[in-house]
């Protein structure tokens, strides 16, 4: 789906000392409590620093050169395109994404300005990316793991079969006392006469 760079940013990318910034929301599931979720928040950036977004302000961990984040597209027809973020991560997070199930969680990743000048104001970033997690694979070195995040756009979930039908009995899973398709096959087999005989 097609969608507008806001105008404070894009006049912003005119302005001689901005730089682009990427920020990620990485969503896991905490393992002492399925009902929340643990977010690492990074960007590309080289020392940490508060980032607002949505009216709320968090630290964003600075990964710098060490995190790439590949090219996605939205088309009109609403076509699912996935992405790919790299990121290279010390060894100890190797246990911390093996015993989590990451799969179906959110994955966001904002496009923002940073201003060299330290007295302009920063525009408020926007969504570039808006998905959740498809699968995690890891490249180890003996110092170092290269960690590739694939991720899903949110809009392939409209093109996932929905298996219900228009039964009486499947409607009961809903409800269980609704009757509204008691008699959707004596109405489909009838044969009805209309208007003036």
Same mark, same amino acid.
């Given at each position: 789906?097609?969608?507008?760079?806001?105008? $404070?940013?894009? +006049?912003?990318?005119?302005? /001689?000392?901005?730089?682009?910034?990427?920020? *990620?929301?990485?969503?896991?599931?905490?393992?002492?409590?399925?009902?929340?979720?643990?977010?690492?928040?990074?960007?590309?950036?080289?020392?940490?620093?508060?980032?607002? @977004? +949505?009216?709320?302000?968090?630290?964003?961990?600075?990964?710098?050169?060490? @995190?790439?984040?590949?090219?996605?597209?939205?088309?009109?027809?609403?076509?699912? +395109?996935?992405?790919?973020?790299?990121?290279?991560?010390?060894?100890?997070?190797?246990?911390?994404?093996?015993?989590?199930?990451?799969?179906?969680?959110? =994955? #966001?990743?904002?496009?923002?300005?940073?201003? /060299?000048?330290?007295?302009?104001?920063?525009?408020?970033?926007?969504?570039?990316?808006?998905?959740?997690?498809? #699968?995690?694979? =890891?490249?180890?070195?003996?110092?170092?793991?290269?960690?590739?995040?694939?991720?899903?756009?949110?809009?392939?979930?409209? $093109?996932?079969?929905?298996?219900?039908?228009?039964?009486? /009995?499947?409607?009961?899973?809903?409800? /269980?006392?609704? #009757?509204?398709?008691?008699?959707? +096959?004596?109405?489909?087999?009838?044969? =009805?006469?209309?208007?003036? *005989?």
């Amino acid at each position: 789906m097609a969608r507008n760079i806001n105008s $404070s940013i894009n +006049n912003a990318l005119g302005v /001689s000392g901005v730089f682009p910034y990427f920020a *990620v929301d990485f969503y896991l599931p905490d393992p002492n409590n399925p009902n929340l979720a643990i977010i690492d928040r990074m960007w590309t950036g080289y020392e940490d620093r508060d980032i607002t @977004i +949505n009216g709320q302000q968090n630290t964003y961990t600075a990964l710098g050169g060490l @995190i790439s984040i590949g090219d996605t597209s939205e088309h009109g027809d609403l076509t699912a +395109n996935g992405i790919e973020v790299k990121v290279m991560a010390t060894t100890e997070i190797i246990a911390t994404l093996r015993d989590v199930e990451y799969q179906g969680m959110p =994955f #966001k990743i904002y496009l923002g300005t940073h201003y /060299s000048v330290h007295n302009i104001p920063e525009d408020e970033p926007f969504v570039y990316f808006d998905g959740f997690v498809d #699968k995690i694979q =890891f490249l180890q070195t003996p110092t170092t793991v290269e960690v590739t995040i694939t991720a899903e756009h949110k809009f392939v979930r409209l $093109s996932e079969a929905k298996n219900r039908t228009y039964t009486a /009995s499947d409607q009961k899973l809903e409800n /269980s006392v609704d #009757k509204g398709f008691n008699y959707l +096959n004596a109405t489909r087999n009838g044969v =009805f006469s209309w208007g003036i *005989v």
